[in-house]
């Protein structure tokens, strides 16, 4: 495996240069075992396809999603302020990650406080290279197979981003397959709003579980995420209904870098 | 003469008694904060005829949604009716409007086929509503009240329906009889099948059943005004309001608190000494504990609220048995801010009773909320009822710290080490490596 090239806002600016994006790793991008498997992923994209990007690397801080969603609007907002000192410092103009609630954080809230970034999804920066033919796809061990792909609250519904996605998996040459919920209709996988970092309360069952269900209807065998949080609660999820030997649960990223072996 | 008289107050009196209650109501929605929803009216004007005029997303359910679609034109159109009874009413006329000549037998036979479909549809809506076992209508909030309103309205339809068909049926066979009264002809696609019933009457007992149907028609009318002010009924007027004044941004964006950003700002500037400054932008209350702390935005969603249920049964928390509604949510919000506009209107501003919404919300549907959006978008009058759990939770969180204990963990965390989980600042790039 080639080395990763993960260049921070502070070496380029030492440099005298300046990326052209940001990629925004976020928490679960930069801690979780699981997550950052995806970071790294989408990292060798973006060095293939020659993206002039930096991260904000040990300056980077929680946006302050879960603060805001749970009531604390104080944490949240001097989450929010520190961080946009901080990229409004290096100048950023754009801003691409993994995580939808950064995402949605980044694009929709932090403009009101003095952060005005053009922010993407990386699905969207994604289909912009593959556009551009600054990135190529190609099936891989992908080609044939039955992938359906799980719509994050935050992506879909709260951003209206459902296309993206969608067409870089048709690029891997699998057949796309839609869950009965699927798009503004998409059931939430049950991490939403902070419910990652608590017990549920009480019910009948698990909001995953019930989500995880509707993805074994279809008969996948692969459940694209293109979210850290939906991808832990799916993954725990299949393993939940055993069956985790047929089904597997992988962020897009994973799947591109996957199909060409990176 | 003295039946026009008669007329004449029935209609200021329910017209009066009307405005009073509507005005009881805006003055309640009043009791909300101020937002500002004023910018971009043709957006507004857009989204109000897609959604409320042209029920866009009622369709979502086709065949529940087609069917409330002939009710609604069935009712507007028929209304149309109204203005020729009021007429009538006023001047002692009959059937004024039929200088219109051909048109006016077309449109009176059109009504009535309105009228057969508006039954139609009604009859099937108990059904559903009573017979079928449709989860979304036999939820604990529906009993009592709510469900007895639904079928009320219902049946109140139905029988309206039939007054109208009734009246056509007696009236045309007065024509026919040359009664000195009744000289109007109109077509009776509908109400001919009613002469089988009461063809074989006398003129006087037909007259009573033409009269009687009509001052049916026009009384039950008023009522119904007065009835939706305590009904969720009340959406056939704030609807429009309702989705006009829509938030119209990304459904992620949660409102900022303004109120926090001066205090943050406050603490984050070394030059500002935070003890000496004393202003009064600081509000009495973080987050909302009561309905005078939200907005009025959304208390008229909680008057708006059909009941229809959409949202609850979309909601991931609500279908995996936790307590939460969000239809629940808004019938509490309307039930309280009536509570505390009759409090206020007797005992005056200062009105406390010492209760407050969180005693018919609970913590445990506060925090059963994933903020998934789901209910927003399943709203067919664009009701956002994660907003109000939000701003609830910011209470609870801001004044009373009373985030479950996993959470009290994360906002350590983040605030010491910038991640929910407890890893340090320093090792954030340590992936790269690994
Ligand atoms: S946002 Fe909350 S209340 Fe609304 S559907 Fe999602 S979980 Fe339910
Ligand atoms: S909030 Fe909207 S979807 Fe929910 S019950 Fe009320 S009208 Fe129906």
């Not at chain 1, 991008?29 to 930096?54: E, H, M, P, Y």
Request: net charge negative; aromatic share 10%.
């Amino acid at each position: 495996m080639s080395q990763l090239i993960v260049p921070t806002m502070a070496e380029l600016m030492a440099k005298g240069e300046k990326a052209d994006v940001l990629f925004w790793v976020g928490c679960a991008g930069s801690f979780d075992d699981r997550a950052k498997k995806i970071t790294k992923a989408f990292v060798k994209l973006l060095n293939k396809a020659n993206v002039k990007f930096a991260v904000l690397g040990t300056e980077e801080s929680c946006s302050g999603d879960p603060a805001r969603r749970s009531g604390n609007e104080f944490l949240f907002q001097m989450q929010a302020m520190s961080n946009i000192e901080v990229m409004n410092a290096y100048e950023v103009q754009k801003v691409v990650t993994a995580c939808p609630h950064c995402f949605n954080t980044l694009k929709n809230e932090y403009p009101e406080l003095g952060g005005k970034y053009e922010v993407v999804h990386h699905t969207q920066l994604l289909k912009e290279l593959l556009d551009d033919g600054k990135l190529t796809i190609e099936g891989g061990s992908f080609s044939g197979k039955k992938i359906t792909f799980h719509d994050p609250c935050y992506l879909g519904r709260a951003n209206d981003v459902y296309e993206a996605p969608r067409e870089l998996i048709q690029k891997l040459d699998a057949e796309l397959v839609e869950m009965k919920r699927c798009k503004a209709k998409g059931l939430c996988c049950g991490a939403g709003g902070a419910q990652m970092f608590k017990e549920p309360e009480k019910g009948n069952k698990d909001i995953n579980i019930e989500r995880t269900e509707d993805a074994l209807e279809v008969k996948p065998n692969f459940i694209a995420t293109g979210c850290p949080f939906c991808n832990t609660m799916m993954t725990d999820g299949v393993k939940n209904k055993e069956k985790e030997e047929d089904i597997q649960v992988l962020d897009i990223a994973e799947m591109i870098a996957q199909a060409q072996n990176l | 003469m003295i039946q026009q008289i008669v007329f004449l107050v029935l209609l200021i009196g329910f017209s009066a008694l009307f405005t009073v209650n509507i005005r009881q109501i805006k003055k309640n929605i009043n009791l909300g904060k101020d937002v500002d929803r004023s910018s971009n009216s043709k957006a507004r004007w857009k989204e109000m005829i897609r959604v409320a005029l042209g029920q866009s997303k009622m369709v979502h359910r086709p065949i529940a949604g087609f069917l409330h679609i002939l009710i609604y034109v069935g009712f507007v159109i028929i209304n149309i009716e109204v203005i020729e009874i009021i007429i009538d009413g006023v001047f002692g006329t009959h059937r004024v409007l039929s200088f219109l000549g051909p048109v006016y037998g077309f449109l009176i036979g059109s009504f009535e086929i309105l009228a057969a479909l508006v039954l139609i549809s009604c009859v099937f809506f108990l059904t559903r509503r009573n017979i079928m076992r449709i989860p979304r209508f036999w939820s604990k909030e529906m009993k009592g009240w709510p469900k007895t309103d639904a079928n009320l309205i219902l049946l109140f339809e139905i029988v309206l329906m039939f007054a109208f068909l009734l009246m056509n049926a007696s009236d045309s066979l007065l024509v026919a009889m040359n009664s000195s009264y009744y000289t109007v002809e109109f077509s009776t696609p509908i109400s001919q099948y009613f002469i089988p019933l009461i063809g074989h009457l006398s003129e006087v007992n037909l007259i009573l059943i033409e009269r009687a149907s009509w001052w049916f028609h026009i009384i039950g009318i008023l009522a119904f005004l007065n009835y939706l002010v305590v009904s969720k009924h009340l959406h056939i007027i704030l609807a429009f309001p309702n989705t006009y004044y829509s938030n119209l941004e990304s459904k992620g964006k949660f409102a900022n608190m303004d109120s926090v950003t001066n205090e943050v700002k406050k603490m984050l500037d070394p030059n500002i000494d935070p003890f000496a400054i004393t202003d009064d932008t600081t509000p009495e209350r973080f987050g909302a504990k009561d309905v005078k702390d939200l907005s009025w935005i959304q208390l008229m969603n909680a008057y708006s609220c059909t009941e229809c249920g959409r949202c609850t049964s979309e909601c991931p928390a609500n279908q995996t048995g936790k307590i939460l509604s969000p239809r629940k949510v808004m019938m509490d919000v309307r039930d309280r801010v009536e509570v505390v506009g009759k409090g206020i209107k007797k005992e005056g501003e200062g009105f406390d009773d010492g209760k407050s919404l969180l005693d018919s919300i609970s913590i445990e549907e506060l925090w059963a909320c994933t903020s998934c959006n789901a209910c927003t978008e399943a709203c067919p009058i664009n009701i956002d009822p994660l907003s109000i759990i939000v701003d609830l939770r910011r209470y609870l969180v801001m004044e009373e710290s009373a985030a479950p204990m996993e959470l009290n963990n994360i906002f350590n965390n983040i605030e010491n080490n910038g991640a929910p989980w407890q890893f340090s600042m320093s090792d954030r790039l340590n992936w790269k490596d690994e």
